[in-house]
Structure formats: C-alpha cells, structure tokens
C-alpha cells in the first residue's frame, strides 16, 4: 500500500524559512514525478513545485520562483520543499504528490499518490 507522509509544517513570521518534507513509501519511487501543491482556506489547490525522477528538472510556480526549492533524495523515496522569504499569502495547507509514471509530469502529479498536508501559516 502507498503511503505519502508530508512534515516540516508550522507557524513562521513573514521573512522566515520552513524545510517541508515528504516520504513515500509502498513502492519504488526513484523513476517518478514528486512535486508540492498547497491550498489556501476558500481557495483551489494550487500548483506549487515539481519534480522529475532524476531531480534534473524542476518547475515552480511563478508566485514561489526565487524563494522556494524542490529537491529530492531517491534513496529515501523523499522530495523537500525548502521555503525562504514566506509571505502571509503563502499560508496553506501543503500536499505531497508523487507520480504514477504519466508521459506529462504535471498531469502525472495530479492524478498521483497524494498525502494527507501539512499546515503552514505564516504570520505578518
């Protein structure tokens, strides 16, 4: 059974840093997508970073860029989030998602195997 397991989320100060990470485990997760979406109370959820299997390629949200980073670590089936510079529109609750080996990564991470989030909150 797949299992994803999002941490690292909490209560930050405008400008402060939080390290989210996300482990999967159930299956082998190295040729796979990984990638984070959060969602806002009242908002949809939203595309955040992602990932490719190889960690050669990432993608972020144009209102991340410059302050968030993804990366990965295939040994541990587990992808990071690193978030500098938070805002208080930042404040979401934060969603894992990993791939199920679709030929678009972005479509490949929505239909994924996706946790249960994380809060963040960021405070002014």
């Known amino acids: 059974q797949v299992q994803v397991v999002e941490s690292g989320g909490g209560l930050v100060q405008a400008g402060g840093s939080l390290r989210l990470s996300c482990a999967a485990s159930?299956?082998?997760?190295?040729?796979?997508?990984m990638g984070w979406f959060r969602q806002a109370p009242g908002k949809e959820r939203e595309f955040v970073a992602g990932?490719?299997?190889?960690?050669?390629?990432?993608y972020y949200a144009d209102s991340v860029k410059g302050r968030f980073t993804i990366s990965r670590v295939n040994a541990k089936n587990t992808v990071y989030l690193q978030m500098n510079s938070l805002k208080p529109e930042d404040t979401a609750v934060y969603y894992c998602?990993?791939?199920?080996?679709?030929?678009?990564?972005?479509?490949?991470?929505?239909?994924?195997?996706w946790g249960q989030g994380t809060q963040v909150t960021v405070s002014s």
């Open positions: 998602t990993v791939g199920r080996g679709g030929s678009n990564w972005y479509t490949d991470l929505k239909a994924g195997y």
């Open positions: 159930g299956r082998t997760f190295s040729t796979y997508a």
């Open positions: 990932i490719s299997w190889s960690g050669g390629s990432v």
